[in-house]
């Protein structure tokens, strides 16, 4: 086993374990957001706990992956480069595409983060309909990074 193999392994899992938490909080936050219709008091003790997922979710597995997962990514970066003598891989096509990916999906992660707020005060203004049509958006972006870093095409 070799270093780039440990960091390319537990880049995975952080990965994993990102967009795991990426692809559900979108899911509570249709939930939290169907409850609007309900009548109290089950409407008010459902919207407390989501709230409380949602926060444990952000806050123990989805922030703390994130983290991970660009350390982990710049540690591969740098094993691939070879400890820092040659970025050259870094101009390929498909290393730009993985990289806007990062970037876009970093972007959705701070958009959802930032809806939380908004939702534990009742002011976010997305309906569950919106949640469940976006949900996707992480997948999306992982299938476009993962076979970019997979196929590693050119022009």
């Known amino acids: 086993m070799t270093a780039y193999d440990l960091a390319r392994g537990l880049h995975i899992l952080a990965v994993i ?10 899911r509570l936050y249709a939930y939290d957001a169907e409850q609007a219709g309900k009548t109290e008091p089950l409407k008010s003790e459902m919207q407390a706990l989501l709230r ?3 926060t444990r979710l952000l806050r123990i597995i989805i922030n703390p992956a ?5 350390i982990l990514g710049g540690w591969l970066l740098w094993l691939r480069s070879g400890q820092g003598a040659d970025w050259s891989f870094a101009h ?3 290393m730009a595409v993985k990289l806007v990916g990062v970037v876009l999906l970093s972007g ?4 959802l983060a930032g809806q939380r707020k ?3 005060t009742g002011a976010s203004k997305y309906s569950g309909r919106f949640w469940r049509m976006t949900n996707e958006i992480p997948f999306v972006l992982a ?3 993962v076979l970019s870093v ?3 095409w050119t022009f």
């Open 150 to 152: 997979t196929l590693e």
């Open 143 to 145: 299938i476009i990074m």
């Open 118 to 120: 908004k939702i534990a």
């Open 17 to 26: 374990a990102w967009m795991a938490g990426m692809l559900f909080l979108p």
């Open 92 to 94: 390929e096509p498909w």
């Open 66 to 70: 994130m983290i991970l997962a660009f």
């Open 52 to 54: 409380v997922w949602q």
């Open 108 to 111: 959705w992660h701070g958009f």
